[in-house]
């Protein structure tokens, strides 16, 4: 299967806002958090030094964009996608992971708190894996100059599940504290098929709450 770019999530969030500005039931965050999977153990020898690297687990700060369009006040349709800020080193290598998923949108408790609202994602995605390796090199003419060379790239299909509460500050302003649970069969780069990221956003509702 074809994986979808991770960009043309990040332009459904933007688009979302932007064309749906005037609707009563868009939405869209911004936000940081974690995603957490163990290492698979290995031992790699990237460049047959003889001395090989032990494959790292999944960790760091991640970035998430999202947006969402709600026909009505509990169901919707919604999309993000959750990014490594930096790059990360991987058996002598750098990757950024990037995962990025379409889901139906359940808030079970709308309209009976003004403030807090509980919801439940499902739906499926992907993840991407570029690797890459940085070389540094310098002649008379040109000086010092520092390139980045993609070497390969790894694409997995997900299925994604998440518990959100939107906590309303005003009419518009959200805080978004989130659990995100994705299962990615077949992901060696680790150690398990699962990973689970916690984290927070800022969101903006258009229509008012």
Known sequence: MKSIRPISILAFAFCLGGSLANAQNADVFFGVG???DSSNG???DTFDTGFPYTSPRLGGSFGKIGGDFMFNKRFGFGAETDFRFSQAAYDGLLTRPVFYDFNGIYTPFAGRFSRVVPELQAGIGGVRMAFSYTSSSCDPFGGCNTSTNLIESSSH??????AALRLYA???VFFRPAVDYRYVPNFFQYGRN???EFGGAIGWSFGEH
């Open 42 to 44: 290995q031992l790699v």
């Open 194 to 196: 699962s990973v689970t």
């Open 170 to 172: 005003t009419k518009h």
């Open 34 to 36: 974690t995603a957490i």
């Open 157 to 162: 299909f997900q299925l994604h599940a998440a």
